[in-house]
């Protein structure tokens, strides 16, 4: 199945669900989720849940930082049970603002990698993206390329291109270099690979790579999964980019490359507790973590899953077993760190 339209809903909508949740007698066979993943990209698994066990998903989507606000407001009063979204920092907050609570099962707990879900269990990874290296085939070779810290080198002067440090995929790229080679290190790796950018930051991951194909740097660094959605989507500008740079898996033969997740959290005052567990069960199962392969180009998180052809194409890589709770925990020195190298 394939479901490119988006979902923004009106303000007023989402605050009559919300009343609805809040007003309503909980019934037995409904859960309510927050998520920040857009709605195509999470309902077509949602109705397959309530297909196979008849309860009902009524589901709000948002920004994950305004998601978070949200649920911090609603307090005791939040009709949320479940909240999904993006990057391991984000779930750090999420646990830090009192807004979730532990939650462990032998299903979870098997089908979820210790080091992509939270060690009490307050959230768990549903689906894994790299943020690799991206190099222009024309001027660049596999070759010259080795690791994150290499992209410090002074030979790389005027040629990368890189998000804003305002990104929490960055953040917690940085955050992940401090986990392994302490706050010293990574400070004096920031401040080189700020020298050698191309351009000061702007745009999201898409942008970063079409740069790279156009030739106003000859290195990205971005998330796997854009890469997917420009080769595999409708705007033929995107595609012909995307042919033009490759991937680089960076620091294989060390820790490997940084990963992070999207991942569920079951809410602190979560009513409909037993359905929302079991919904974090379903999306774990083989046949959901395969469906989010095949159509958002992200990695299985449960071991022994098929990937899809196209992420077959990228080829197998290592990648860094750190526990991704540890990105929320280095979050504000990585932002500090960029701050000082100037990364705007």
Same mark, same amino acid.
């Given at each position: 199945?394939?479901?490119?339209?988006?979902?923004?809903?009106?303000?007023?909508?989402?605050?009559?669900?919300?009343?609805?949740?809040?007003?309503?007698?909980?019934?037995?066979?409904?859960?309510?989720?927050?998520?920040?993943?857009?709605?195509?990209?999470?309902?077509?698994?949602?109705?397959?849940?309530?297909?196979?066990?008849?309860?009902?998903?009524?589901?709000?989507?948002?920004?994950?930082?305004?998601?978070?606000?949200?649920?911090?407001?609603?307090?005791?009063?939040?009709?949320?049970?479940? &909240?999904?979204?993006?990057?391991?920092?984000?779930?750090?907050?999420?646990?830090?603002?009192?807004?979730?609570?532990?939650?462990?099962?032998?299903?979870?707990?098997?089908?979820?990698?210790?080091?992509?879900?939270?060690?009490?269990?307050?959230?768990?990874?549903?689906?894994?993206?790299?943020?690799?290296?991206?190099?222009?085939?024309?001027?660049?070779?596999?070759?010259?390329?080795?690791?994150?810290?290499? &992209?410090?080198?002074?030979?790389?002067?005027?040629?990368?291109?890189?998000?804003?440090?305002?990104?929490?995929?960055?953040?917690?790229?940085?955050?992940?270099?401090?986990?392994?080679?302490?706050?010293?290190?990574?400070?004096?790796?920031?401040?080189?690979?700020?020298?050698?950018?191309?351009?000061?930051?702007?745009?999201?991951?898409?942008?970063?790579?079409?740069?790279?194909?156009?030739?106003?740097?000859?290195?990205?660094?971005?998330?796997?999964?854009?890469?997917?959605?420009?080769?595999?989507?409708?705007?033929?500008?995107?595609?012909?980019?995307?042919?033009?740079?490759?991937?680089?898996?960076?620091?294989?033969?060390?820790?490997?490359?940084?990963?992070?997740?999207?991942?569920?959290? &079951?809410?602190?005052?979560?009513?409909?507790?037993?359905?929302?567990?079991?919904?974090?069960?379903?999306?774990?199962?083989?046949?959901?973590?395969?469906?989010?392969?095949?159509?958002?180009?992200?990695?299985?998180?449960?071991?022994?899953?098929?990937?899809?052809?196209?992420?077959?194409?990228?080829?197998?890589?290592?990648?860094?077993? &750190?526990?991704?709770?540890?990105?929320?925990?280095?979050?504000?020195?990585?932002?500090?760190?960029?701050?000082?190298?100037?990364?705007?």
């Amino acid at each position: 199945m394939a479901f490119k339209s988006t979902f923004f809903a009106p303000l007023s909508v989402i605050l009559t669900v919300a009343a609805l949740f809040a007003e309503g007698v909980q019934a037995a066979g409904e859960v309510n989720l927050y998520s920040a993943r857009k709605e195509a990209l999470i309902k077509p698994l949602l109705d397959r849940f309530t297909e196979q066990t008849g309860i009902t998903v009524n589901l709000v989507t948002g920004g994950a930082d305004a998601l978070l606000k949200r649920l911090q407001s609603e307090g005791r009063n939040s009709p949320a049970d479940l &909240l999904i979204t993006t990057d391991a920092g984000r779930l750090y907050r999420a646990r830090e603002a009192g807004v979730t609570q532990p939650v462990v099962t032998e299903a979870l707990r098997q089908a979820v990698p210790e080091a992509y879900r939270e060690p009490d269990g307050h959230w768990y990874g549903l689906s894994l993206r790299a943020r690799p290296i991206f190099y222009a085939k024309a001027r660049v070779s596999a070759e010259e390329l080795s690791s994150y810290e290499g &992209l410090a080198d002074p030979k790389w002067a005027g040629r990368i291109c890189i998000r804003s440090s305002g990104n929490i995929y960055n953040q917690s790229l940085v955050a992940s270099m401090i986990a392994h080679q302490g706050e010293a290190k990574s400070e004096q790796w920031a401040l080189g690979l700020v020298k050698n950018f191309a351009r000061s930051p702007k745009g999201g991951d898409r942008d970063q790579i079409k740069a790279a194909a156009a030739g106003e740097c000859d290195i990205a660094v971005a998330n796997t999964y854009y890469y997917g959605g420009m080769i595999s989507g409708k705007d033929e500008a995107e595609r012909q980019a995307a042919e033009k740079v490759a991937v680089f898996w960076p620091n294989q033969s060390g820790r490997g490359t940084h990963v992070n997740v999207s991942g569920a959290a &079951l809410t602190a005052h979560a009513r409909n507790r037993d359905n929302a567990v079991k919904l974090m069960e379903f999306l774990v199962q083989p046949e959901s973590q395969s469906w989010y392969a095949e159509v958002n180009y992200e990695y299985p998180v449960r071991e022994g899953v098929a990937w899809s052809a196209l992420l077959q194409q990228w080829g197998r890589f290592k990648s860094d077993n &750190l526990n991704l709770s540890e990105l929320g925990k280095y979050n504000s020195q990585a932002v500090m760190i960029m701050d000082r190298a100037g990364w705007k």
